[in-house]
């Protein structure tokens, strides 16, 4: 027999339902909403940096120019606003590009061939005499040449610098790279450095005159911020720029740098819209594309000098993410782990995953001050790198093939979730890392 049930027991037991229904969907929409990091827009994203239509992204070339034009606008995409008190993504600046354009050097009344002669300066000219307050350095047959000239650069000044002829081959390195000008933010500040190769060890006396030419050049970071609670900074950054185009090469003359740093480039846009999308950030979160690391860092070295350094808590710099690191797919590692502890930190956010952040496997090569983080690292700023590529087996690196072909796009967009995921704790303001022990870290060179 078929059980009737009250009508009034079934409207109550309706109502009780009703409102269940309704209490779940009131917690369905008070569940926050997980961001996403998805393989197409960071496949769309590298593609198009990386592609040669931008002709390499080389520092002052349209290339360069229309990369950064696509990452500001998505910057704006995920809502960042400028810093302040500028008008647009853009920080621009200018760059001195002083380059030799005659010299003469006589040394006890001797001719000295140019060809032996390399001169670092930031003067518009040089005109030593005997009167001229010049410090004498001399390398000898079984001295170190790289260490002897990386002190001069520390200290500065005026130097000429005399070089047994065993070290020409090294000396040549040198005089093609000053060959090319020198970049810098002030011109005239005396910073100079002649070498000359020579057998002459006693100088009596000197005479150098070096006329130059001067050239302006302007340039242009890419910055977005995503205000926070709080004034501390957590910085997120990579590079935009590479080598450009190589007319010289044949077959692919274009250097695309799809790894090296269109990948870096593609996560700091992505990481800018994760963020966003969760909404809540304690820190103030900045987010910076530099141009000219690939010239000597001078995106960042700018960048460095007009901000507060000590509201930056951390600097994620990502560099070269494109490609499996040597701890398997969507795995990466940190330069300089030992000088902070921002990777411990990094890897009590990564346990849920059940990974982590490896320190630099190749310390050899020193990358620790091969990228823009060194700059922030001599401020005292945790600034570390991180990155995924096997350098001791890339065969694309500063090639033209460093193409989007070349890279793993999965293994890519598993390396900036985690990334995303170790960053947690210091974008909620939840952990703050050591700072970096600044005598510990290299100084810029003063002349070059």
């Not at 992204?57 to 008190?85: Q, S």
């Not at 933010?185 to 005396?190: C, K, L, R, S, V």
């Not at 990974?355 to 310390?363: I, L, N, Q, R, S």
Request: proline share 3%; net charge negative.
């Amino acid at each position: 027999m078929k059980k009737i049930i009250p009508l009034a027991i079934l409207l109550a037991a309706t109502q009780v339902a009703c409102n269940d229904s309704s209490k779940d969907a009131t917690q369905q929409k008070a569940v926050k909403k997980v961001p996403e990091i998805n393989l197409q827009t960071v496949t769309n994203d590298v593609t198009y940096l990386a592609s040669d239509e931008l002709e390499g992204r080389g520092t002052f070339t349209p290339g360069i120019t229309k990369a950064a034009e696509f990452i500001g606008k998505r910057f704006k995409e995920a809502g960042l606003v400028p810093l302040d008190g500028a008008m647009g993504y853009e920080q621009d600046f200018s760059l001195y590009n002083v380059k030799p354009e005659s010299v003469a050097v006589n040394l006890n009344g001797e001719v000295i061939n140019a060809e032996m002669v390399a001169v670092a300066t930031s003067n518009e000219s040089l005109n030593w005499d005997d009167s001229t307050s010049v410090a004498l350095t001399v390398i000898g047959k079984d001295d170190d040449f790289r260490e002897k000239i990386g002190e001069l650069n520390q200290r500065g000044g005026s130097n000429l610098v005399v070089i047994d002829p065993a070290h020409e081959g090294m000396f040549k390195r040198y005089q093609a790279y000053f060959g090319g000008g020198l970049n810098k933010f002030e011109i005239n500040t005396d910073n100079t450095l002649v070498m000359v190769v020579t057998a002459i060890t006693d100088v009596k006396s000197v005479a150098v005159n070096v006329t130059n030419t001067v050239k302006t050049q302007s340039l242009s970071n890419v910055v977005g911020v995503l205000p926070g609670k709080s004034k501390e900074v957590v910085l997120f950054s990579a590079h935009y720029d590479h080598l450009g185009v190589d007319e010289q090469a044949e077959g692919d003359k274009i250097y695309n740098g799809a790894d090296d740093d269109a990948s870096g480039t593609t996560a700091i846009m992505n990481l800018a819209q994760y963020y966003r999308d969760q909404g809540d950030n304690q820190r103030t979160l900045v987010f910076s594309a530099f141009t000219a690391e690939e010239i000597g860092g001078y995106g960042s070295k700018y960048f460095s000098n007009h901000i507060d350094s000590d509201n930056i808590v951390a600097m994620v710099n990502i560099e070269m993410i494109g490609k499996p690191s040597k701890f398997g797919a969507g795995t990466f590692w940190m330069t300089g782990f030992e000088r902070s502890n921002l990777g411990a930190l990094m890897n009590e956010s990564l346990k849920a995953m059940n990974t982590e952040v490896h320190p630099d496997p190749y310390p050899e090569q020193r990358l620790f001050y091969r990228s823009d983080n060194a700059t922030l690292a001599r401020l005292g700023v945790p600034a570390h790198s991180f990155s995924s590529t096997q350098l001791d087996k890339d065969k694309h690196y500063h090639k033209a093939s460093d193409d989007v072909a070349s890279l793993d796009l999965a293994s890519m967009t598993k390396v900036i979730n985690s990334i995303a995921i170790a960053s947690q704790s210091l974008v909620d303001g939840k952990a703050t890392p050591t700072r970096v022990d600044t005598s510990k870290v290299n100084k810029n060179g003063l002349i070059f």
